[in-house]
C-alpha cells in the first residue's frame, strides 16, 4: 500500500461542504455569491452594509448601473464585460431582476482612439455609425446600439432573494481583518476578499491604491425613459434610463476623497444644464423640483483600475475582486464567472491528490 498523504487544507468537512466565504455583499459579492450558488457551492457573505441598505458608502444601491464598454482595458477585462452582458440580457427577460434592454446614442468629442470603448459593437446589438446629420454637429462622430441598464432598486433585493433561496447565507458583521474573518470560520478554505472600499483599512491588506470617489446624480421623473445617451470627452455626461422607476439618471461627476452626505446643488444645477444640451428631447433646461431627487454615493475605486487575483496562503485560498469604481455593474457577472473559475481551481487542487 502506498503512503496517503494528507491535503495542505486537512480539514474533516469535505471541501465541497465547507463554505465559500465573502467578504462584502455589494454587487461584486453578491453577483459571485449567485454564480457559485448555481453551481453547488456553499456560500456565506460577510458585510458591513447588505442589500437593501442605504448608507452612501454602500454604492451598490446608488450606481448608474449601465452597461457601457470601458476604453483603455485589456482583452481579458473587455471579456469580463462581455460575459456580464450575456448573464443580464437573459436577466432582461424577467422584470424581477431590475435590468432593462434599451436604446442608447454615444456621442464622441473627437475620433476614438485604438483602445477605445468601440470593440463593444462585438457585443451590443443593433450597432451603428450614426451619418453626420443625425447627431449635433460639435461631435466628431457618434454611434447608436442597444444596451442594458440594470436598477439597483430592484437589483439587489432581487439578488439577496436568490441566494437565499438557492441556500446562501447573510452575516451581518464589520471585520477588521481578514485574520479575523478567517478565525470565524476555520474549516472553510476559499475566502474572497470583496469589500470594495474596506481593502483600504483591512489591517492584513491596506491597499492604498483604493480611495473613495463620490458621485452625485440627479434623478428625473419622466416617461421619456426608454433611451441612454453619453457624452464622452472633456463635458463627460450622461442619460441613464431607468424604466422601472420611471425616471433617467442624470451624471456625471466624481470627487476623490468627498464624503459628504449633502447635496451640492451647483453640481445638480451642472448635471441637469449638461443633460438638457446631451438630450434636449427627455431633459428640460428647468425640470420642475417635483420631478427631481438626488443620488449620492461614494464609489470604491482604485487608482490602477480593479484587482482581480488570487493567492494561497497555506491551507487557505484568498481571492481579490475590488476597486471597480463605477464600474462594478458592468463588470459584475463577468467579475462573478471569474471567481468561479477560480474557486473551481482551488476545488480541483485539494480533491484532486
Same mark, same amino acid.
Given at each position: 500500500?502506498?503512503?496517503?498523504?494528507?491535503?495542505?487544507? !486537512?480539514?474533516?468537512?469535505?471541501?465541497?461542504?465547507?463554505?465559500?466565504?465573502?467578504?462584502?455583499?455589494?454587487?461584486?459579492?453578491?453577483?459571485?455569491?449567485?454564480?457559485?450558488?448555481?453551481?453547488?457551492?456553499?456560500?456565506?457573505?460577510? #458585510?458591513? +452594509?447588505?442589500?437593501?441598505?442605504?448608507?452612501?458608502?454602500? #454604492?451598490?444601491?446608488?450606481?448608474?448601473?449601465?452597461?457601457?464598454?470601458?476604453?483603455?482595458?485589456?482583452?481579458?477585462?473587455?471579456?469580463?464585460?462581455?460575459?456580464?452582458?450575456?448573464?443580464?440580457?437573459?436577466?432582461?427577460?424577467?422584470?424581477?431582476?431590475?435590468?432593462?434592454?434599451?436604446?442608447?446614442?454615444?456621442?464622441?468629442?473627437?475620433?476614438?482612439?485604438?483602445?477605445?470603448?468601440?470593440?463593444?459593437?462585438?457585443?451590443?446589438?443593433? +450597432?451603428?455609425?450614426?451619418?453626420?446629420?443625425?447627431?449635433?454637429?460639435? +461631435?466628431?462622430?457618434?454611434?447608436?446600439?442597444?444596451?442594458?441598464?440594470?436598477?439597483?432598486?430592484?437589483?439587489?433585493?432581487?439578488?439577496?432573494?436568490?441566494?437565499?433561496?438557492?441556500?446562501?447565507?447573510?452575516?451581518?458583521?464589520?471585520?477588521?481583518?481578514?485574520?479575523?474573518?478567517?478565525?470565524?470560520?476555520? !474549516?472553510?478554505?476559499?475566502?474572497?476578499?470583496?469589500?470594495?472600499?474596506?481593502?483600504?483599512?483591512?489591517?492584513?491588506?491596506?491597499?492604498?491604491?483604493? +480611495?473613495?470617489?463620490?458621485?452625485?446624480?440627479?434623478?428625473?421623473?419622466?416617461?421619456?425613459?426608454?433611451?441612454?445617451?453619453?457624452?464622452?470627452?472633456?463635458?463627460?455626461?450622461?442619460?441613464?434610463?431607468?424604466?422601472?422607476?420611471?425616471?433617467?439618471?442624470?451624471?456625471?461627476?466624481?470627487?476623490?476623497?468627498?464624503?459628504?452626505?449633502?447635496? !451640492?446643488?451647483?453640481?445638480?444645477?451642472?448635471?441637469?444644464?449638461?443633460?438638457?444640451?446631451?438630450?434636449?428631447?427627455?431633459?428640460?433646461?428647468?425640470?420642475?423640483?417635483?420631478?427631481?431627487?438626488?443620488?449620492?454615493?461614494?464609489?470604491?475605486?482604485?487608482?490602477?483600475?480593479?484587482?482581480?487575483?488570487?493567492?494561497?496562503?497555506?491551507?487557505?485560498?484568498?481571492?481579490?475582486?475590488?476597486?471597480?469604481?463605477?464600474?462594478?455593474?458592468?463588470?459584475?457577472?463577468?467579475?462573478?464567472?471569474?471567481?468561479?473559475?477560480?474557486?473551481?481551481?482551488?476545488?480541483?487542487?485539494?480533491?484532486?491528490?
Amino acid at each position: 500500500m502506498g503512503e496517503y498523504n494528507q491535503p495542505a487544507n !486537512d480539514s474533516p468537512v469535505p471541501f465541497a461542504q465547507r463554505p465559500i466565504i465573502i467578504l462584502g455583499a455589494g454587487i461584486i459579492g453578491c453577483a459571485a455569491a449567485r454564480q457559485l450558488l448555481l453551481q453547488g457551492f456553499d456560500v456565506t457573505l460577510v #458585510a458591513e +452594509f447588505l442589500p437593501g441598505d442605504q448608507d452612501i458608502r454602500y #454604492a451598490s444601491a446608488w450606481a448608474g448601473a449601465a452597461w457601457h464598454a470601458a476604453g483603455g482595458i485589456s482583452p481579458d477585462q473587455r471579456y469580463l464585460q462581455a460575459v456580464t452582458h450575456r448573464i443580464l440580457l437573459k436577466m432582461a427577460l424577467e422584470p424581477e431582476t431590475g435590468v432593462s434592454l434599451v436604446d442608447a446614442r454615444e456621442y464622441l468629442e473627437q475620433q476614438p482612439t485604438p483602445d477605445s470603448a468601440l470593440w463593444g459593437k462585438t457585443v451590443v446589438s443593433r +450597432f451603428r455609425n450614426l451619418s453626420p446629420g443625425e447627431y449635433p454637429s460639435e +461631435f466628431a462622430c457618434a454611434w447608436a446600439y442597444q444596451t442594458l441598464v440594470t436598477d439597483p432598486t430592484r437589483h439587489m433585493p432581487y439578488l439577496k432573494q436568490q441566494i437565499l433561496k438557492l441556500g446562501g447565507r447573510f452575516i451581518r458583521h464589520k471585520v477588521d481583518s481578514l485574520q479575523e474573518l478567517y478565525g470565524m470560520f476555520p !474549516d472553510s478554505g476559499v475566502f474572497i476578499n470583496a469589500s470594495g472600499l474596506g481593502s483600504k483599512t483591512l489591517a492584513d491588506v491596506r491597499d492604498d491604491r483604493c +480611495f473613495p470617489e463620490r458621485g452625485q446624480n440627479v434623478f428625473l421623473r419622466t416617461d421619456q425613459c426608454r433611451t441612454m445617451y453619453f457624452r464622452n470627452g472633456q463635458e463627460y455626461t450622461y442619460v441613464i434610463p431607468r424604466p422601472y422607476s420611471g425616471g433617467v439618471v442624470l451624471g456625471g461627476v466624481k470627487q476623490q476623497e468627498n464624503l459628504s452626505p449633502d447635496v !451640492d446643488f451647483e453640481i445638480a444645477r451642472d448635471e441637469i444644464a449638461r443633460a438638457h444640451r446631451l438630450a434636449p428631447e427627455i431633459v428640460p433646461a428647468n425640470p420642475p423640483e417635483s420631478a427631481i431627487s438626488h443620488i449620492i454615493g461614494i464609489r470604491p475605486s482604485r487608482k490602477g483600475g480593479f484587482r482581480l487575483d488570487s493567492e494561497v496562503h497555506g491551507s487557505r485560498t484568498l481571492l481579490s475582486a475590488y476597486g471597480f469604481g463605477g464600474g462594478g455593474y458592468a463588470f459584475s457577472y463577468g467579475v462573478a464567472e471569474a471567481l468561479v473559475r477560480m474557486v473551481e481551481q482551488a476545488e480541483r487542487d485539494n480533491v484532486i491528490l
